[in-house]
Nanobody, 115 residues
């Protein structure tokens, strides 16, 4: 499975962006699909994830502003980001954990929020 993330860019504070992640192969019953981000000089952190069974987790810093969704028919994962803040600036990565616990990562897409 290869993951291709897109949708990043430069946006002003308060603006919105929608990230998409397309999977080239079909992942059967993944344990989880998620978005992570990594800001310069910081560790990669979980932003949002959909766990097998449908439950969704968000980082406290993005709750109420970001929405993760999955389209099984199109094999895509999305992240709608609203009310963006400068501290949301980071490279965003999509992630998929297979039913066997293997992690797959996309190449990352840059999100920059100007103040």
């Amino acid at each position: 499975v290869q993951l291709q993330a897109s949708g990043g860019g430069l946006v002003q504070s308060g603006g919105s962006l929608r990230l998409s992640c397309a999977a080239s192969g079909r992942m059967v019953s993944p344990r989880a699909m998620a978005w992570y981000r990594q800001a310069p000089g910081k560790r990669r952190e979980l932003v949002a994830r959909i766990i097998s069974g449908g439950s969704i987790d968000y980082a406290d810093s993005v709750k109420g502003r970001f929405t993760i969704s999955r389209d099984n028919a199109k094999n895509t994962l999305s992240l709608q980001m609203n009310s963006l803040k400068p501290e949301d600036t980071a490279v965003y990565y999509c992630n998929c954990v297979s039913q066997f616990g293997v992690n797959f990562w996309g190449q990352g897409t840059q999100v920059t929020v100007s103040s």
